[in-house]
């Protein structure tokens, strides 16, 4: 069972740029899809951006992308979310997740796996 630890959240002002980690354990990320969520407070989780099995392929909503990078370390089995110009309404719990099919996937009940989530907050 993989478990998930994300890091790198916290308190930044708007424009301004964080990089989430998504250390993994119990099994490597390159045998996943793997994908980042957030939440805000009273919404619904809503999907951020996605890598699939390989690597090869990566998608990203379109209220991040060109600001949002995923990426992956195989070495250091982990999974990172770079963020830059960074808006008030990026602020959210910022979680990732594992999946064990092959594709970018967008759907958070598609995914096994999650880690518990770290706060970003973006100030204006």
């Known amino acids: 069972q993989v478990q998930l630890v994300e890091t790198g959240g916290g308190l930044v002002q708007a424009g301004g740029s964080v990089r989430l980690s998504c250390a993994a354990s119990?099994?490597?990320?390159?045998?996943?899809?793997m994908g980042w969520f957030r939440q805000a407070p009273g919404k619904e989780r809503e999907f951020v951006a996605a890598?699939?099995?390989?690597?090869?392929?990566?998608d990203y909503a379109d209220s991040v992308k060109s600001r949002f990078t995923i990426s992956r370390d195989d070495a250091k089995n982990t999974v990172y979310l770079e963020m830059n110009r960074l808006k008030p309404e990026d602020t959210a719990v910022y979680s990732c997740?594992?999946?064990?099919?092959?594709?970018?996937?967008?759907?958070?009940?598609?995914?096994?796996?999650w880690g518990q989530g770290t706060q970003v907050t973006v100030s204006s």
């Open positions: 119990g099994g490597p990320v390159s045998s996943y899809s």
């Open positions: 890598t699939s099995r390989n690597g090869h392929r990566r």
């Open positions: 997740a594992a999946g064990s099919t092959r594709y970018v996937d967008y759907i958070p009940h598609s995914y096994d796996y």
